[in-house]
């Protein structure tokens, strides 16, 4: 039986504490393959934009 851990503190709204998920990714800047992920709080509704480096090896699927 593994061992059930919390998720990492990024993955918390600092506000109040709520569980964040991803809403959207959108292209950010080209030349140095950055992208913009948009994540918002499933209890406050309040939105979180972070740059991240494009991930070659994800899916291309759309996000709902």
């Known amino acids: ?3 059930l851990v919390e998720p ?3 993955s918390h709204c600092p506000h109040c504490g709520g569980k ?7 292209p950010h ?4 393959d ?3 992920e ?3 709080c499933v209890n406050c509704g309040h939105e ?4 991240v480096p494009h991930d070659h ?6 996000i709902a």
């Open 1 to 3: 039986m593994r061992t």
């Open 8 to 10: 990492a503190p990024a």
């Open 20 to 26: 964040l998920q991803l809403k959207l990714i959108k």
């Open 29 to 32: 800047n080209h030349a140095l």
């Open 34 to 36: 950055l992208e913009h």
């Open 38 to 40: 948009v994540l918002v």
């Open 48 to 51: 979180w934009l972070c740059t």
């Open 57 to 62: 090896y994800a899916p291309l699927t759309k």
